[in-house]
């Protein structure tokens, strides 16, 4: 017999899908999407976002971390519809959110390249959105402490997180300015 | 740090100052990922793309009685679902040493008859979306008639025992061995004997396995995260397809570390691609991963150590087993690795080294970072600890009495042919670490750990290995680069540019790299064994170099100066002063047009060849080592056994850092891999069943759990790579376990001879000591020879 399924344009049974409204980096975007499908789904597979990462299904790798109403959340534990009507930046939108006008990239990103703070870089948007939004939340220098408890939640397999640590460091004193 | 002559001799000290190498710059792969826009295997999808499964094995050991795949090819939307009998060549024979021992036995693609792990392939599926696709994999149903099976490598050798493969229990059996080891004993004024078991553990890449399959222009192509773009080949043979209709691109990787090294989802999305004519993806899910990818060997390593009472070695024997799980892949590779390695840094005139990989119903192991030349680092590390213990020594005063030298044997009978400052890196380390840790309260115990290493850098020489680079210098100044060399994540692309860079005076953000491609690409070899710097860092340094000697003569004419006369830098191509005339780089080029002289170059690095004798043990084996010392201080928690670091500082002799950034990450994550290793990981199976299924029980180091890892770089200049670099990417992982194990011995009393270090076998310890004090005898698992004759 043939190994070649029949009936293989069908899609299998399940729900409805149906219409979701995400507002991603700024933009609205409708999407049709399954009931079932993540957030890590619609946001890597429909909406091209390549920085919001599958690692592990778990919420235990951070890959795809993004923030949600500027939290940071695993998109891997989280149904699309969950988020509609929040207002969802992941790293591609973070430019916006106090880089120099024009610019490629947002500070913090630069205080990575600069300290070397990655290598395969698999990790890198899930842990400059973490630090970003516990710099924010500090809203001053956090500690070395402060700063390695807040990326518990986001693996790196590659830079033994010494680079990480000093690049959040640098990005928080530049922004507390001289003291 | 910077390196003082206080501490370093010298002619140790850093090499001379270069334009571009020896910079910490940024690259282009950094800034794609850091602003995530980076294409890794996942991230890419075509028209009509079919999302592939694979079907695995619930059991360990069974004859596979009938699959029914019926009820799962019904599924809408499944567009195949294929088994062995749907393999042409459903047959993949590794022999990874190249023949010169190893038993040939093959695996299958999708198992037919037999079942001998748990997560063995046997059936693939091809559907519209993974949602149907998971359920057709659910309906797949498989009769199995369970046959006996064994689960470690102690049940694997003993008479009787279930085969796993009918050619025997046995893959390999390496032997080492120089001088008179019963006269070596006979020497001896002390005799120090262990056994060191250490576990398996997973690679645990934050990308998972991943690649899509299609066809383009009559040429199965593969787009996936490999270490190896060469399994164009296999693939080929598996679908009875000449090789050139099969291409490999590897993409960027989300790390590797020797997981991506074997083929993972190749064979799988090929065959699924090849009958659908569609193109196909696959992910392994994590879980799925955890089961089913190889994993690091566990080793158990007996060791006996004679020496003198002023700690000088003269006899050394190391029986070294390692649980290859069900099939060969690079397991024979590896046990040579660690045989090969068994001595570690020390001279030894008389050993007799023997290496096995063994056969159990576990998924298989196979390439991890250090490569069997890690493990062993646990046992001769622990021998020198227990060689000092005993002869009242420091840990630094009996390695240094038995450090190898340019110019020494190894016990395979070759010469050490480059630098050896391995003493430097030990007083380098001890320096930065300063003074030793003290108890901060009466419930703790602290120690201090040093432990060294001698890791090769390059595949064996038998294997002939070389590497190809291809330069073009464009119209408009701009260069590109050619290499068939994969990046897993460590800045292999990167290195070749700037090596190009210095040579050719290009800036770094001129140079284009177009790398992992087997049919556009010269071939490079595999990223793997450290080899990369070495073989494809001279492939480029050779091409970049032949390119500005075939340009130098036509700036000479254009210039009126002599061709030796001819400097290449920052885009200046002319007399190197600064007042002198120069033509740019497009101006170079333009005139090369004119005269027809070509701007383009492809050149190959060969390395040196040479053979070993597996019947006699002596030979020649890896092209050069790279050597180091780290430093671990921890604290103990009496109560709970649990080990923390509190400081750790790691040296190593890089022979010149290209790139220093690169090289401290390097070794930082190598170092906080090995801790990893060292006191937390393990991939748990009990009776052939996976008991680590989910991410979360893997315990993966985390910002929190360590400390900052501190990097002391020597750069000797006597690499064999380019420029004098050495390889550094396996390395920096060796030593870690050994430096936790022994600086919980001076913390303990008694040294730690298994891995994880778990919180458990600490307390374990820390009784085991309580008790050692309170009777006597009642010691560590290591014994010593005149000890056992007393009594």
Known sequence: ?179 | MTLTPDVVAPEHLPVEAMDVVGRRLVHHDFVEKVKGSLAYAADWQLPGMLFGRVVRAQVPSARLVSIDVEAARGVPGVAAVLTAADVPHNSIVEVASGGLGEAEVPMPVLAGERVRYVGEPIAVIAATSLQAADEAAELVTVDYEDLPGVYDVDAALESGAPLVHESGNVLVNWRIACGDVAAGFGEAEEIVEAEYRSQRVEHAYLEPEAGVAYIDNGVLTLRVATQVIEHAGTIARILNLPMNRVRVIATYMGGGFGGKEDMTVEPYIALLAWYTRRPVKMVWDRQESLVASTKRHPFVMRYRTGVKRDGTITAWEADIVGDAGAYPCLSPRVLFAAAACACGPYRVPNAAITAKAVFTNQVPTSAFRGFGAMQVTLAYEGQMDLVAERLGLSAAEVRERNFVAKGDLLPTGELLETAVHVSDTLRVALAEAGEPPRPSSPGLLTGRGVACNRQPYGRTRWFRDRASAWMTLEADGTLLIRSGITDLGGGQAASLCQIAAEVLGVPLEAISVHIGDSALNPPAGGTYATRQLYMSGNAALKAATELKDQLAPVAAEMLDIAVGDVSFRNGRVGLDEPSAPFLTVPELVAACSARGVSTTVLSTFEAPSASFDPRSGQGSTFPDYTYGTHVADVEIDRETGEVRVLRYVACHDVGRAINPLRVEGQVQGGVMQGLGYALTEEIVIEDGVPQSMLFADYLVPTALDFPDVEVCLIESGEGKGPLGARGIGEPAIGPVAAAIAAAVHQAVGLHPLRTPMTPERVLALIDQADGGRATAGAGPTSTTKKEQEKT
């Open chain 1, 1 to 179: 017999m043939s190994p070649t399924g029949e009936g293989e344009e069908n899609t299998v049974a399940r729900a409805e899908p149906m219409r979701l409204t995400l507002q991603v980096n700024g933009t609205v975007h409708d999407v049709i999407a399954e009931p079932s499908d993540t957030l890590l789904d619609v946001l890597h597979d429909r909406l091209g976002l390549g920085e919001v990462r599958y690692g592990c299904g778990e919420g235990v790798c951070g890959t795809c971390t993004v923030l949600l109403d500027g939290e940071p959340v695993s998109a891997c534990l989280m149904l699309a519809l969950q988020a509609e009507g929040r207002e969802l930046t992941t790293l591609s939108g973070l430019v916006a959110l106090g880089g120099e006008p024009g610019a490629e990239m947002h500070p913090l990103q630069e205080c990575f390249l600069e300290e070397g703070a990655l290598q395969c870089g698999f990790c890198t948007p899930g842990l400059v959105l973490a630090a970003y939004s516990l710099v924010e939340r500090v809203g001053g220098e956090p500690s070395e402490e402060e700063i390695r408890y807040e990326l518990v939640g986001n693996l790196c397999r590659c830079t033994g997180y010494t680079k990480v640590v000093q690049a959040v460091r640098r990005y928080a004193g530049s922004k507390a300015g001289p003291k």
